[in-house]
């Protein structure tokens, strides 16, 4: 059935789909306003973005649960023909799904949370910067209970819990209890892996990591290799924020920041990289035909970091990557200390594990233990089983028995990640649930393309794009997480790809 004819009379389904294009269009005003909050606004704005923020939030959660919205969709589902065309029929379950979870949350709700947030990311930019977490302490405390009211509106799932209610916002039909199985699997087989590498093996060197270059230099550098990736410039941007993220606005316009750091010649690089995974997932969905739908939205958060931590990972610090990359790298830089490097220096470098302090600087084995504890405290917030006062001990202690380390500063601690002043609570599982697919989904990609070392090797990355683009992007919201990975892959989600992909990695590395 097509989506869009002008030549056709206006049924029932156009006219659904119209409306949803309009409150994309509307939702697409609030995402270019987030990013230029982020890169471009000057502070003193931050009261009227509140307002603006707030004002849009409204305007488009009225349109989405409108009572013209709930005839359509009545509509649409009673109508044989529309119910049996695969398109249509997956773009009404999850209409269906986003407008009930929609029409549970009062509009001033949901204006207070979009006001609120704003002004908390701006104190939390603030307060971070002057390592100060009873600054911004109010402003999470009314985060945590802003989220508590929105749970509760939205409704626990039976036999959960608050926070599933949350989660479903980011990864629809996951379940905390699930999480604590998948979870719990892969601690039981990271911890004791960690420390077998830590304590058994030979870290590699690392202090070439430390070697300076010019941050004009980085920033042509990481261009290229965005470029290379698959990135449509001509269709996004890439600029600096204190934080980096991606933000699909929509058709034509996907904008990417970075942040860089002149002391470290590749401080930018893998950041850049899972931006651009996140970047080429929204240009692979197809907004141009289907803004507005499902359809042209992606699976959930957890498939979405798949695609970052893809390409950020088992790319971005894998060996054929480097094969092609250190020879541009000293071509466009001319340094003599970066000359000097070679591939083997450098790809076991990258692949060092050794607990940070900072989540997003992590290596691969260590980093998922951050996101576990991020995801225990604010589950325990949320239950109310941990006051906002008693969080930055609750982290040091975490930070302290997971990882070995003390946390000098709250800048290095608990206000280090910019989640939960977005109010974004039920957001951090997914990145390691993106792991996890990302694993999974290079077990099958591999299988599927055996020339892809020599490829990467060449600097040539467009047949895993391809891949990528026919088994993930294309499909949108058309499945479910669980049932997009066991069609691309041939089984349900588990911990063992991504295991088996850590230890044949981390053990030649130190020499085990």
Same mark, same amino acid.
């Given at each position: 059935?097509?989506?869009?004819?002008?030549?056709?009379?206006?049924?029932?389904? =156009?006219?659904?789909?119209?409306?949803?294009?309009?409150?994309?269009?509307?939702?697409?005003?609030?995402?270019?306003?987030? +990013? /230029?909050?982020?890169?471009? *606004?000057?502070?003193?704005?931050?009261?009227?973005?509140?307002?603006?923020?707030?004002?849009?939030?409204?305007? @488009?959660?009225?349109?989405? $649960?409108?009572?013209?919205?709930?005839? !359509?969709?009545?509509?649409?589902?009673?109508? $044989?023909?529309?119910?049996?065309?695969? /398109?249509?029929?997956?773009?009404?379950?999850?209409? =269906?799904?986003?407008?009930?979870?929609?029409?549970?949350?009062?509009?001033?709700?949901?204006?207070?949370?979009?006001?609120?947030?704003?002004?908390?990311?701006?104190? +939390?930019?603030?307060?971070?910067?002057?390592?100060?977490?009873?600054?911004?302490?109010? +402003?999470?405390?009314?985060?945590?209970?802003?989220?508590? =009211?929105?749970?509760?509106?939205?409704?626990?799932?039976?036999?959960?819990?608050?926070?599933?209610?949350?989660?479903?916002?980011?990864?629809?039909? *996951?379940?905390?209890?699930?999480?604590?199985?998948?979870?719990?699997?892969?601690?039981?087989? !990271?911890?004791?892996?960690?420390?077998?590498?830590?304590?058994?093996?030979?870290?590699?060197?690392?202090?070439?990591?430390?070697?300076?270059?010019?941050?004009?230099?980085?920033?042509?550098?990481?261009?290229?290799?965005?470029?290379?990736?698959?990135?449509?410039?001509? %269709?996004?941007?890439?600029?600096?924020? $204190?934080?980096?993220?991606?933000?699909?606005?929509?058709?034509?316009?996907?904008?990417?920041?970075?942040?860089?750091?002149?002391?470290?010649?590749?401080?930018?690089?893998?950041?850049?990289?899972?931006?651009?995974?996140?970047?080429? #997932?929204?240009?692979?969905?197809?907004?141009?035909?289907?803004?507005?739908?499902?359809?042209?939205?992606?699976?959930?958060?957890?498939?979405?970091?798949?695609?970052?931590?893809?390409?950020?990972?088992? @790319?971005?610090?894998?060996?054929?990557? +480097?094969?092609?990359?250190?020879?541009?790298?000293?071509?466009?830089?001319?340094?003599?200390?970066?000359?000097?490097?070679?591939?083997?220096?450098?790809?076991?470098?990258?692949?060092?594990?050794?607990?940070?302090?900072?989540?997003?600087?992590?290596?691969?084995?260590?980093?998922?233990?951050?996101?576990?504890? &991020?995801?225990?405290?604010?589950?325990?917030? !949320?239950?109310?089983?941990?006051?906002?006062? /008693?969080?930055?001990?609750?982290?040091?202690? =975490?930070? &302290?028995?997971?990882?070995?380390?003390?946390?000098? /500063?709250?800048?290095?601690?608990?206000?280090?990640?910019?989640?939960?002043?977005?109010?974004?609570?039920? #957001?951090?599982? $997914? #990145?390691?649930?993106?792991?996890?697919?990302?694993?999974?989904?290079?077990?099958?990609?591999? %299988?599927?393309?055996?020339?892809?070392?020599?490829?990467?090797?060449?600097?040539?990355?467009?047949?895993?794009?391809?891949?990528?683009?026919?088994?993930?992007?294309?499909?949108?919201?058309? #499945?479910?997480?669980?049932?997009?990975?066991?069609? %691309?892959?041939?089984?349900?989600?588990?911990?063992?790809?991504?295991?088996?992909?850590?230890?044949?990695?981390?053990?030649?590395?130190?020499?085990?």
């Amino acid at each position: 059935m097509p989506d869009t004819a002008s030549t056709e009379p206006m049924t029932p389904y =156009r006219e659904l789909l119209g409306e949803l294009r309009e409150i994309a269009v509307l939702g697409s005003i609030s995402a270019t306003l987030g +990013w /230029d909050q982020e890169v471009m *606004m000057p502070p003193a704005a931050a009261g009227l973005r509140g307002e603006q923020a707030a004002a849009l939030s409204t305007l @488009v959660h009225e349109r989405r $649960t409108s009572p013209r919205l709930a005839d !359509l969709i009545a509509r649409c589902e009673a109508d $044989t023909e529309v119910m049996t065309d695969p /398109d249509a029929a997956a773009n009404l379950r999850n209409i =269906r799904h986003d407008y009930d979870r929609a029409t549970r949350l009062p509009t001033e709700l949901v204006r207070e949370t979009a006001e609120t947030t704003t002004l908390a990311m701006h104190a +939390w930019r603030e307060n971070r910067e002057r390592s100060d977490f009873a600054g911004f302490a109010p +402003w999470l405390t009314k985060l945590v209970d802003l989220n508590r =009211r929105t749970a509760e509106a939205l409704g626990v799932p039976e036999g959960g819990e608050l926070y599933d209610a949350l989660l479903d916002s980011y990864e629809p039909g *996951m379940r905390a209890a699930e999480l604590d199985r998948v979870f719990g699997e892969l601690r039981a087989g !990271l911890v004791p892996l960690i420390r077998e590498l830590r304590e058994n093996g030979t870290a590699p060197s690392t202090e070439w990591m430390n070697i300076p270059l010019d941050i004009a230099k980085q920033v042509a550098f990481n261009r290229g290799v965005v470029e290379r990736m698959g990135f449509d410039f001509s %269709a996004g941007r890439l600029d600096e924020s $204190t934080h980096p993220f991606c933000e699909g606005a929509g058709p034509g316009d996907t904008r990417l920041t970075t942040r860089y750091d002149a002391g470290q010649m590749l401080s930018a690089l893998h950041g850049t990289m899972h931006e651009t995974g996140h970047g080429l #997932y929204e240009q692979g969905l197809p907004k141009a035909e289907r803004f507005g739908q499902p359809l042209a939205e992606a699976a959930s958060m957890g498939v979405h970091e798949s695609q970052s931590r893809m390409w950020e990972n088992f @790319v971005g610090r894998g060996r054929p990557f +480097w094969v092609w990359a250190l020879p541009e790298l000293q071509r466009q830089t001319g340094d003599a200390a970066i000359g000097a490097l070679d591939v083997d220096t450098v790809f076991r470098g990258l692949n060092t594990v050794e607990p940070n302090l900072i989540r997003i600087e992590s290596d691969e084995a260590t980093y998922n233990l951050h996101i576990m504890l &991020r995801y225990d405290l604010e589950r325990a917030m !949320l239950k109310g089983d941990l006051s906002v006062a /008693d969080l930055p001990g609750a982290w040091n202690e =975490r930070m &302290r028995n997971d990882l070995g380390l003390e946390v000098p /500063d709250d800048r290095r601690g608990v206000l280090q990640d910019i989640h939960w002043s977005m109010g974004a609570i039920g #957001y951090f599982p $997914t #990145y390691t649930l993106g792991n996890l697919y990302a694993a999974q989904l290079w077990d099958a990609l591999t %299988a599927a393309l055996p020339e892809l070392d020599s490829q990467l090797s060449r600097g040539e990355l467009g047949g895993l794009l391809g891949w990528l683009r026919a088994n993930v992007h294309t499909h949108g919201r058309r #499945y479910t997480a669980p049932e997009l990975c066991e069609r %691309a892959t041939g089984r349900p989600l588990s911990h063992e790809p991504l295991l088996r992909y850590l230890e044949g990695k981390l053990r030649p590395v130190y020499g085990l």
